[in-house]
T-cell receptor, first 115, second 112 residues
Framework: EAGVTQFPSHSVIEKGQTVTLRCDPI?????LYWYRRVMGKEIKFLLH????????ESGMPNNRFLAERTGGTYSTLKVQPAELEDSGVYFC?????????????FGPGTRLTVL | LAKTTQPISMDSYEGQEVNITCSHN???????ITWYQQFPSQGPRFIIQ???TKVTNEVASLFIPADRKSSTLSLPRVSLSDTAVYYC?????????????FGAGTRLAVHP
């Protein structure tokens, strides 16, 4: 079974540009999460989808970030316009409904560098 | 939201048992205790989870005292490949299906 995949693995952009990150969860996983770790900080929750609906977006830092999950399959996270402080590693995770509490399956992350 | 406290770093040698203790004084009644492992350039990986007493799987054991204010992750006979960051997490109080709350983790270095 394929794990969670994220694309791209690395992205380098200039301040003010737009970047779109993609996450493909494990097939059949209704729950999809985005997290990020910015420079030297802890991994922080951004938002949680259940199928195509946003269950919790309390961690989204501001309105420059837009997450979508059309059709309840893959998800995209767009940053527009990107700022220097957005640099970090963005992780996606997924889980099935039910199952083991707190067990989420993480992708390898996308390393975003904003110059 | 429960906060966890764990050592910033630990060192060990191959073949030794490693115990990492985590404090979570404000754990909620319906919170589970979960440990994740993270290697460089990878996402965190679930290791083990428990609610009380002891849980064991093929990777580790988790010891939780009756008051649940702390927990200990035990890694038997570590190898170089166990060098990683280990995170202790407790739930967000809603039953464990929502966001994970990561702390700084414990950076374990295993030496030959």
């Amino acid at each position: 079974e394929a794990g969670v995949t994220q694309f791209p693995s690395h992205s380098v952009i200039e301040k003010g540009q737009t970047v779109t990150l993609r996450c493909d969860p494990i097939s059949g996983h209704d729950n999809l999460y985005w997290y990020r770790r910015v420079m030297g900080k802890e991994i922080k929750f951004l938002l949680h989808f259940v199928k195509e609906s946003k269950q919790d977006e309390s961690g989204m830092p501001n309105n420059r970030f837009l997450a979508e999950r059309t059709g309840g399959t893959y998800s995209t996270l767009k940053v527009q316009p990107a700022e220097l402080e957005d640099s970090g590693v963005y992780f996606c995770a997924s889980r099935t409904s039910g199952g083991v509490y707190n067990e989420q399956f993480f992708g390898p992350g996308t390393r975003l560098t904003v110059l | 939201l429960a906060k966890t406290t764990q050592p910033i770093s630990m060192d060990s040698y191959e073949g030794q048992e490693v115990n990492i203790t985590c404090s979570h004084n404000n754990i909620a009644t319906n919170d589970y205790i979960t440990w994740y492992q993270q290697f460089p350039s990878q996402g965190p990986r679930f290791i083990i989870q428990g609610y009380k007493t002891k849980v064991t799987n093929e990777v580790a054991s988790l010891f939780i005292p009756a008051d649940r204010k702390s927990s200990t992750l035990s890694l038997p006979r570590v190898s170089l490949s166990d060098t990683a960051v280990y995170y202790c997490l407790v739930g967000d109080g809603t039953g464990g299906y929502n966001k994970l709350i990561f702390g700084a983790g414990t950076r374990l270095a295993v030496h030959p």
